[in-house]
C-alpha cells in the first residue's frame, strides 16, 4: 500500500505534458533534444477567447530534483494564468506582473529556499497580433520581421530567487510573417566539443540561422535550429536540454 501511494505521489508530481492550442492566424510549436538531465520546460494554453498564454522555464538542478518544482510552476501558469486573463478588458501588463509573482512565490516555497529559474512568458492576443511578455532572466527571445532581428531581452531576475522580485512586463506587436523564437540555455551555451575546442554555439548564430531561415512554420524552424546545433557540436551527446519554441504569424 505504502509503495502505491508513493508512486501515485510521484506520478502525481510530474508537469502535464503539452498539447499546443490552435491559435487564428498564427502556429506555435516546440522541439526538444537531449535526456531530460535538467529542467527545461514549456507549455501553452488558451486562457480566453483570443489570448494564449506561452511560456519557457529554465529551471536549475537535475530534472529529478525539478518534478514538483515544475509541477507547481505549470500548475500555478495554468491556473493563475486563466484567472488574470480570462476577462477582455484586462490590463495585460499588469497582468503578466502577478502571474510572475505568483510563480515565483510558488517555486520558492516548493523548493524550500533558492531554486533559479529563468523564465519567458507571454500572452499572444490573436485579434491585435500582440506579445506581452516578460524575460526573468532568461535567453533573449528574437523576433524576425521586415525590420531583421531584434531581441527581446531581460525585464528582471530570474525567478524562485527572492520573494517579493518583480519583473517589468513589455509588449510587442507581431507584424504579418514574424516570428518568434526562444531557446533554452543549452542551446545558446552549448560547446563545439571539436578539436578541443571550447567555442560556444552563442546568440549571433542563431540571429543569423534566423534571419535567413525559410520559415514554413514553427516545427520546422526549431527543428532546424536543433539541427544547427548538432551539427555545430559534430552530434555529440548533449550534455544538457535543448529546447526551441517558436510562434510564428500567418503572412
Do not use: W
Request: glycine share 8%; charged share 20%.
Amino acid at each position: 500500500m505504502f509503495q502505491s501511494r508513493e508512486r501515485e505521489s510521484r506520478a502525481a508530481a510530474e508537469p502535464v505534458p503539452t498539447v499546443f492550442p490552435v491559435i487564428a492566424g498564427a502556429e506555435v510549436a516546440a522541439v526538444f533534444v537531449g535526456k531530460r538531465v535538467a529542467g527545461d520546460f514549456y507549455d501553452a494554453i488558451r486562457v480566453s477567447p483570443e489570448r494564449v498564454l506561452i511560456g519557457l522555464l529554465d529551471v536549475a538542478e537535475l530534472n529529478q530534483e525539478n518534478r514538483a518544482v515544475l509541477s507547481t510552476a505549470q500548475e500555478i501558469f495554468r491556473t493563475v494564468g486563466t484567472q488574470l486573463f480570462s476577462a477582455s478588458d484586462i490590463n495585460e501588463s499588469e497582468a503578466m506582473i502577478e502571474l510572475n509573482l505568483r510563480i515565483n512565490r510558488g517555486l520558492i516555497e516548493t523548493s524550500s529556499g533558492v531554486r533559479s529559474c529563468p523564465a519567458f512568458i507571454a500572452c499572444y492576443h490573436e485579434r491585435f497580433g500582440t506579445l506581452c511578455y516578460t524575460n526573468d532572466g532568461h535567453t533573449p527571445a528574437l523576433l524576425r520581421d521586415s525590420s531583421g532581428i531584434a531581441e527581446l531581452d531581460s525585464t528582471g531576475l530570474p525567478l524562485g530567487l527572492f520573494s517579493h522580485a518583480t519583473s517589468d512586463a513589455r509588449i510587442v506587436a507581431l507584424e504579418k510573417a514574424a516570428a518568434l523564437l526562444l531557446v533554452s540555455h543549452g542551446v545558446v551555451f552549448c560547446e563545439s566539443g571539436r578539436n578541443g575546442s571550447s567555442e560556444q554555439y552563442g546568440l549571433d548564430r542563431l540571429k543569423q540561422l534566423l534571419q535567413e531561415a525559410t520559415i514554413s512554420n514553427p516545427q520546422s524552424l526549431c527543428a532546424s535550429v536543433l539541427n544547427s546545433v548538432g551539427e555545430f557540436t559534430g552530434h555529440a551527446p548533449a550534455c544538457g536540454d535543448r529546447t526551441a519554441l517558436a510562434l510564428v504569424r500567418a503572412s
